[in-house]
C-alpha cells in the first residue's frame, strides 16, 4: 500500500483556516470600529465649534506639524496661530504661555501637551485620524514623551529667527486671516493687490 492516503489530503483551506480568517476579521473590524469610535469621541461635541492649534512658530517641529496638519485636513476644520501673535488668547484660557506646548483651543475648552497633538490628528482625515488612538496611553506616560521631546525639539528640529509669514492657501488657514484686506484695491491702478 501506499503511505499516503486520501485523508493526508486536506483542502488547502480547511475548518482551522476558515476559522483563523473569520477570526482575523472579525478583530479586526471590532479594531477598526473601536477606533473610529474613539476618533469620534475626541472631536468636539460642538460640531460647528472651530478648532485653533496655537503652535510656537519659531520651532521648526511645530511649524512641520501645522503643515502636516493643513495638508491631511480637508474638510478644514483646524485653524492656526502662532502663540507669539496671540499670547492675549492664551492668557484669556489659562492656556500656557511659555512655548512649552502646543495648545488646541475647541469652543470653551483647551487642551495641551499630548492632549492637544492627539485631538487634532482626531480632525484630520483617514487614515491619519487613527493616530489619535495613542489617547489610550495615559496621560502622564504620553506627557512625559511630549515634554522629552519638546525640551529638545530647538536641538533637533532647530528654530527660525522670527515666525514664518504664512503663504499661499496655508495663510487662509490662520486665525487672523482676513479675506478683506488682501482685496483692497491698490490706490493709483484701482485693482485688487
Not at 506627557?143 to 530647538?154: F, G, K, N, P, S
Not at 486665525?175 to 484701482?190: K, R, T
Amino acid at each position: 500500500g501506499s503511505a499516503t492516503s486520501g485523508c493526508a489530503l486536506a483542502a488547502p483551506f480547511g475548518v482551522s483556516s476558515i476559522m483563523g480568517l473569520l477570526r482575523t476579521f472579525v478583530v479586526g473590524n471590532l479594531f477598526a470600529l473601536g477606533a473610529y469610535q474613539l476618533v469620534d469621541m475626541l472631536r468636539p461635541d460642538d460640531k460647528g465649534a472651530e478648532s485653533w492649534l496655537l503652535f510656537d512658530g519659531v520651532c521648526n517641529l511645530c511649524d512641520g506639524f501645522s503643515h502636516f496638519v493643513a495638508d491631511h485636513d480637508a474638510l478644514r476644520r483646524v485653524k492656526f496661530g502662532a502663540q507669539q501673535t496671540h499670547m492675549d488668547i492664551l492668557e484669556r484660557i489659562g492656556a500656557p504661555t511659555d512655548l512649552s506646548t502646543l495648545v488646541l483651543v475647541q469652543g470653551n475648552a483647551h487642551y495641551t501637551h499630548s492632549a492637544a497633538a492627539l485631538r487634532t490628528m482626531a480632525l484630520l482625515d483617514w487614515p491619519w485620524a487613527v493616530l489619535s488612538v495613542g489617547i489610550i496611553v495615559p496621560s502622564p506616560i504620553r506627557d512625559m514623551v511630549y515634554r522629552l521631546v519638546a525640551r529638545h525639539r530647538y536641538q533637533i528640529f532647530g528654530k527660525a529667527e522670527e515666525c514664518r509669514v504664512p503663504s499661499g492657501d496655508f495663510r487662509t488657514r490662520f486665525i487672523d486671516y482676513n479675506p478683506a484686506a488682501e482685496a483692497q484695491p491698490d490706490p493709483i491702478s484701482g485693482m485688487a493687490k
